[in-house]
């Protein structure tokens, strides 16, 4: 199945449409695994991390899929409107439901006039009732062959249940549902990527009821039902309990009512809505490498972001373990204190190597912090992170003092982590570089 309809031109010729773009949560960037430059990188901006708390409007000015479902912009919208397929399912359903109300109000009228005549009928008898004895009372009672309380009891049962139209009346949530039976799945796969990221803790407490379990619509779903599902907090009138009527009670207006379900995009894993938990969800765990048990374990917060301050360390030197100085301590918790000074740190560390470059966790520390896009800039080559990477002088200088710090271990077979980490720092400086001198030493680097 195509991603949207095609249209017949004049003379019968086919217009290719306009493709429709999913619209992800702004913010939502990817990292591929084997880009080299931070422009590569930004290319797949909706693929992997969410980075930004709340959703806002694409670039284009359409609403994310899964915050807004029942806007005349919106993508299950739009996707109907140039789908002949979604159309043609929709004539479908009203005209199922369009016989179906008339069949309901046959019925409905057919009930009505066994209701009269058995009404009346039983109007014009008189029961016939029989004296028990029950403990120390005289008791009466309907004889069992009571002909009125037969009829007054078939007159309270008879009863009618209620149709209820099976779209809204609202044309654009109309739409949305209709695409909602029959999604494409390359879009129903490419929005359970998306949210197969780190789940909230806490289930949704409300019932929703999915659409595709709607008893008005199941036997018009054409696709398999996943983890995102438009579904409902209102109770379908099917599993209610005024869902059967009292013919005494029904008439056409309480009996073929309108749809009064609201749909909203919800994450059938968790039973909440996605708009709700897409700022909070994040695959930053998954993409941050785990310091081995041991004396760094402890400062495996260090490694995982870059919001912690140089003052907290301070405070928290109590925290450092036993197996470590205090500088060293210091050294390592700050040297991803601040996104935008990373690459200093790592200069400075190079150059005064109080940290110890031989032990796999200061490897870790520093592989995540030079691989790890971080916040985008206005750039189009770097983030905010790697900014220094444009300036000239600070390669030059870091460079400089890789090749010092390469010097120190090469003849050492002790030294092998340590130059793991050099080197992947200077391949890293390669790609990114747009100086040819500073280019022409790395290479050179790179062959010694």
Known sequence: MACCGEKSGPGGHTEKPEPIAIVSPPGYQAVPPHSTTISDQTGGENYTTLKRPAFSTSRAGLPSIFEVTDKSNSFAVRYFERSPQHQDLRRVIEAEAEWERSQKQSELATKRRQYQELTQRSGIMVCDYVQRRRGNRQVSEHRSSCQKFELQSKVTNLRVRVHKW???????????????????????????????????????????HPLHGYAGLRQFVQSQAGRIQLASTTKPFAIAY?????????????VCVKNGLRYAMYDMTVQKRTEELLHRCTVCDMCTAKLLSGPYKSLQVAVENTVHTSNEVIANQGECPKELNIHEFYAFATLRSDHRLQWRNIARELATRLLNFSCEETHTLIIQAAWQVGPLSGTVRCSESHVDLEEKEFEISLLSVLEKALGTVQENWQGAVAA?????????LLFLSSENIVLDRKHGTKRD
Not at 172 to 184: R, Y
Not at 197 to 208: D, F, H, M, Y
Not at 242 to 254: G, I, M, P
Not at 420 to 428: G, P, Q, S
């Open 242 to 254: 005024y869902n059967n009527l009292r013919v005494s009670q029904a008439d056409e207006s309480n």
């Open 420 to 428: 793991r980490t050099f080197v992947a720092l200077a391949t890293r």
């Open 166 to 208: 099976p779209l809204s009346e609202r044309d654009e949530e109309a739409k949305a549902a209709v695409f909602e039976l029959s999604v494409p799945s390359v879009i129903s796969n490419v929005l359970v990527d998306i949210c197969s990221v780190k789940e909230p803790s806490l289930r949704g407490q409300n019932k929703i």
